[in-house]
């Protein structure tokens, strides 16, 4: 994990799919402290129309009375959609990942200027060392993510 930079305006933090789904389904934990950070204004939430779709599609699967919550939460932790990244920045992360969807999220967080990417998703970004040497943001967990913030926050 790269060492806490000093935090002096707000950070942008890009959440995934699996971790807005986790800040959504429980009330508890780190996804959901993000969310309650970007309700109090203390970060800014990053999604991309990607992002949104997917959730939109996981929650009309798993539990489709939970769309109501969906809307109340995104509305409340003020997400801003950013636009999807360009076919050049998409071509230089499938470089990177393999993975379409991804590559698809990578460019979507570097085209945001996110500062950090928050994913659960352990199969192809989170622990990858090559890739932390060419990103300009870190990616981790919530709890990860939890960690760098306060960090931050203490070393100014």
């Known amino acids: 994990m790269k060492?806490?930079?000093s935090i002096k305006i707000k950070p942008c933090i890009f959440l995934d799919t699996s971790a807005l789904f986790a800040g959504i389904w429980s009330a508890q934990g780190g996804a959901r402290m993000l969310l309650k950070l970007g309700e109090a204004e203390a970060v800014q939430l990053l999604v991309s129309p990607q992002v949104l779709g997917e959730i939109e599609a996981v929650?009309?699967?798993?539990?489709?009375?939970?769309?109501?919550?969906?809307?109340v939460l995104l509305d409340r932790s003020r997400l801003e959609i950013i636009q999807s990244a360009r076919e050049e920045l998409l071509e230089n992360c499938r470089i990177l990942i393999s993975h379409p969807g991804d590559a698809h999220i990578l460019a979507d967080a570097w085209n945001g200027e996110a500062n950090y990417l928050v994913m659960l998703d352990r199969a192809h970004l989170l622990g990858n060392p090559a890739l932390a040497s060419v990103?300009?943001?870190?990616?981790g967990t919530p709890g990860d993510c939890l960690y760098w913030y306060r960090n931050a926050?203490?070393?100014p």
């Open 135 to 139: 990103l300009p943001f870190i990616i």
């Open 59 to 71: 929650i009309r699967r798993k539990s489709s009375g939970q769309l109501p919550i969906l809307t």
């Open 3 to 5: 060492p806490a930079r």
């Open 153 to 155: 926050l203490r070393n």
